[in-house]
């Protein structure tokens, strides 16, 4: 698959268990009708809503920083056309996705269910808050992009655990990695990125 190669190795993407990931997603069967011959482009793409799935790129190097094994538990905020969460579901042992408009996550939850994804459970909700019920998480993957790295996803992360999110103003943000180390959390900041606002109480206001 060249589009593996030049969007993904080309850019520096390592991690061969999130490269095999994403040779074996099918992600045309995640866009719309009309948008399936640029499944595959460099490019974001319109799922409704206003929304979009992430460029191939962005999943792949998001995923790589939560640097799974396969026993985790991952949370994952935005789930949109659910993607995202279906690299996460072949990479760890337990994904909880979240979506705060009910029609995205009605769709994302059959298209995962049709495509055999067993370890996904598709949530309605307010993911800037995280999903307490269920910490804590190996892992959270915020796919919205939110003023500040929410104290609540913080705190849900397991020691050892790894929390990926785009943070900073609506045209522009740099991707934000925080790691837990016991009552510490450290955190690094990486490349630009654009995605759409996080909504909720510890993202923007509606
Ligand atoms: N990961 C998705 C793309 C995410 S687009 C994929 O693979 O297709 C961002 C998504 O975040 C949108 O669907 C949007 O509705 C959702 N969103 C925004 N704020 C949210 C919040 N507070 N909680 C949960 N989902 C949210």
Redo the contacts with the bound molecule.
Sequence with gaps: MAWIDDQLVARGIRDTRVLDAMRRVPRHE?VEHETQGLAYADRALP?G?G????QPYM?AAMTEALRLHGRERVL??????????AILAELAREVVT????PE?ADA?RKRLDSLGYRNVRVLV????VGYVDDAPYDGILV??ASPRVPESLKHQLADGGRLVIPVGPPDQQRLTIVCRDGDRFVESVHEGCV??????AE?WPE
Excluded: K
């Design positions: 995640f799922i809503d929304q979009t799935i992430s999943v994952d905020v935005g789930t949109g056309s659910g993607y995202q969460a979240i979506e705060r408009r995205l994302a909700g307010d993911g800037s796919a919205a995605f759409v606002p996080l909504v909720g993202g």
